[in-house]
C-alpha cells in the first residue's frame, strides 16, 4: 500500500499545479484531497509507526489533518501546494527508512530457525509492530550480555497480545452470540480473545481448551518472570533460571501464534533454541 501513496501525492500536486484558479474549488480536486488522507490513514500509516518516533508521527499526522482541513473550505492553491509538498517530502523520507527497515530484518531473520522466520513474516504482513517485539525477544534470549529478561518476556507477551486484539477487536468479540463480560471486567478477557479466534478458525472444543491452557502457562509464566528478580537472591542464579522460564514461554507464545494465525507448515515445536 505504501507503495502507491508516493505516486498519488504526485498526482495531487500536477493535478493543483494545473489549476490556475487563486482558491481551490474544484469538489472533485477537493474529494482527491479527502480520499488520500483517509488512504494514509486506513491502509499506510501502520507501516510507519514503527519506523519514526510518537512525536515525528505525531507531526505527519497533522500534516495531514490541515490537508483535510483545507479541503472542508475555500483555500488558497497555494496553501494546498505547501502541505502536499512537505508530505511528499515526508512519505519519501519513510519510503527510505521503510526499505533500509526491511533490509536489516531480512538480514535477521536470514539467523533465525524456519519456524520463526515463518511466524515473523507472517505477523510481519499482519502486525508489523507484533513482529518486531517477537523479533526483539527472540535476540534478547541471543545475547549474552543480558543482565535482565523481564523485558524480554514482556516482548513475547506484546507480540501475542497485539495479535490477539487484532484478530479480535472488542466489538466482534462483544458480539458474539453467547458472549458475556466477566464479573468486574468492561472488555473482552485475552482468554475470551482467544476462544474467540479459535472458535471462527472452525477449531473444535478439545482444541480450544488446550490453546487456553497455553495462554493461561502464558500469564503464569509471565508473572513469575517479573517477581523473580525480588525473590532471588543470587544473580547468576536469577538470570539462568529466568532465561529458561523465557524460553518455556516462547514456545508456548509460538505454538499459541501457529494456532491464531492458522499457520501450516513447519510445528514451532521444532524452533531451535
Request: overall charge positive; charged content about 25%.
Amino acid at each position: 500500500m505504501t507503495d502507491e501513496l508516493i505516486p498519488r501525492l504526485d498526482k495531487l500536486l500536477a493535478d493543483l499545479k494545473a489549476s490556475k484558479a487563486i482558491n481551490v474549488n474544484s469538489p472533485a480536486l477537493k474529494q482527491s484531497v479527502i480520499d488520500l488522507a483517509r488512504f494514509f490513514f486506513q491502509d499506510c500509516r501502520q507501516s510507519f509507526v514503527s519506523l519514526v518516533s510518537p512525536d515525528e508521527i505525531g507531526k505527519i499526522d497533522n500534516y495531514w489533518q490541515a490537508l483535510v482541513r483545507l479541503a472542508h473550505g475555500r483555500n488558497l492553491r497555494q496553501s494546498y501546494l505547501k502541505l502536499a509538498s512537505v508530505l511528499k517530502r515526508e512519505m519519501t523520507e519513510m519510503n527510505i527508512r521503510g526499505i533500509s527497515a526491511s533490509r536489516r530484518r531480512e538480514q535477521t531473520v536470514s539467523k533465525f530457525s524456519q519456524s520463526e522466520v515463518l511466524l515473523i513474516k507472517t505477523l510481519g504482513a499482519l502486525v508489523p509492530s507484533a513482529s518486531q517485539s517477537y523479533v526483539q525477544g527472540i535476540l534478547d534470549l541471543a545475547s549474552v550480555e543480558r543482565s535482565s529478561y523481564r523485558g524480554t518476556a514482556s516482548e513475547f507477551r506484546e507480540a501475542l497480545r497485539e495479535t490477539v486484539d487484532h484478530l479480535a477487536p472488542d466489538d466482534s468479540v462483544m458480539q458474539a452470540d453467547g458472549f458475556a463480560l466477566e464479573v468486574g471486567r468492561t472488555q473482552p478477557t485475552m482468554r475470551q480473545k482467544v476462544k474467540f479466534i479459535l472458535k471462527s478458525r472452525g477449531m473444535n472444543e478439545t482444541q480450544r481448551t488446550v490453546a487456553e491452557k497455553s495462554l493461561e502457562l502464558i500469564e503464569a509464566l509471565c508473572g513469575e518472570i517479573a517477581r523473580a528478580i525480588y525473590n532471588r537472591a543470587s544473580l547468576a542464579t536469577h538470570l539462568e533460571t529466568t532465561r529458561g522460564e523465557v524460553l518455556q514461554l516462547k514456545r508456548y507464545v509460538d505454538t499459541l501464534l501457529y494456532d491464531l494465525l492458522a499457520i501450516t507448515g513447519q510445528s514451532p515445536t521444532h524452533i531451535q533454541q
